[in-house]
């Protein structure tokens, strides 16, 4: 099982956005069993607080709650806890890496570093446009969910259910 991180300034809009999207198109896949997917800040300004809402109604339109998430802040013990540490954007990965207190394993990285068109995520926060925000996160979890699957690193569940019989 891998474990992500997805990480954003406030874990308000984009990280939630893509933990959620993330989990969601893993379990059409046949790959939720596969990966465990949570978000974190790099402030402590929103700790607590819920996902903001035109996050949510994007999320909702998908049949997506996630109105149990609630912001936190990434914490030095994230880093050895997770195997993908995923920024929204150069900033993010930045404060990532000065929380974590550097990458020595090469774990941390922007979403969109696995799409074909490597970029920042822009904050809706500051654009106002949060569907804007939701392609370029679907488009990164998709991307990041194919890179998995081809280098093995996650395995569909019906997949481990035909290799253990087959043994």
Request: hydrophobic fraction near 45%; glycine fraction near 8%.
């Amino acid at each position: 099982m891998k474990k992500i991180l997805f990480v954003c300034h406030g874990n308000i809009c984009r990280s939630p956005m893509a933990e959620f999207v993330l989990e969601n198109q893993a379990r059409a896949l046949g790959l939720g069993g596969a990966i465990t997917v949570e978000s974190a800040a790099t402030s402590a300004e929103e700790i607590g607080n819920p996902v903001h809402a035109e996050t949510a109604a994007i999320l909702h339109k998908l049949g997506i709650d996630c109105s149990a998430k609630r912001a936190r802040q990434m914490k030095a013990e994230d880093y050895a806890a997770y195997d993908y540490l995923i920024g929204m954007d150069r900033m993010n990965v930045a404060n990532m890496r000065r929380i974590a207190g550097g990458d020595p394993e090469g774990k941390i990285c922007r979403l969109l570093d696995f799409a074909a068109n490597p970029r920042d995520i822009a904050d809706p926060w500051y654009t106002g446009d949060f569907d804007a925000t939701y392609a370029d996160v679907r488009e990164g979890c998709e991307a990041l969910l194919k890179r998995l699957k081809e280098k093995r690193l996650i395995i569909p569940a019906t997949a481990r259910i035909f290799h253990v019989q087959m043994r």
